[in-house]
């Protein structure tokens, strides 16, 4: 058998792809997906003797019959069932210890991620510095947002006609 901070390396693993992809998940039992995606990540499958339908088969031939998850204690049994799958020509022994150590210290990959890109129209569209007329008075000269200030019409009370540019001297030239 495998050594003991391997199994907690193992043990470990087993934790990562229980949890991942499940918000309520504890980490003490792992899903068919999660097993597959394990054995997918971890490059248990090799598409010649091991392949994912050997993976479901081995999945349904650990848990419970009436079960969906599969335990820590399950998930090693199912790790030595396709051990000699995978490692035909090594000892029962020696392929647990070689699939062992192909999961130990592992942890879910995320492939094919989007990743946000500004690019042509959308950047140009964001960029606020570009804005005019009545979009331009929502945006403080950061590019941030004024909130509801930029979106009321403040009324102007002063008896001038807006963009007047002699607003306000009406007093001085009367006084004269």
Known sequence: MAGSTEMASLEESFRKFAIYGDTKATGQEMNGKNWAKLCKDCKVT????????DVDIVFSKVKGKTARVINYEEFKKA?????????????????YEAICQLV???????VGVTKAKTVGAVERLTDTSKYTGSHKERFDE???????SGRENIVDTSGYVSA?????????????
């Open 164 to 176: 007047y540019k002699n607003a306000g001297t009406y007093d001085a030239k009367v006084k004269k």
């Open 142 to 148: 950061s590019g941030k947002g004024k909130g509801k």
């Open 46 to 53: 090799d598409g010649k003797s091991v392949t994912s339908t």
């Open 104 to 110: 130990a210290g592992k942890e879910p990959i995320n």
């Open 79 to 95: 790790l030595e069932e396709l051990a000699s799958k995978r490692f035909k020509d090594k000892s029962k022994e020696e392929a």
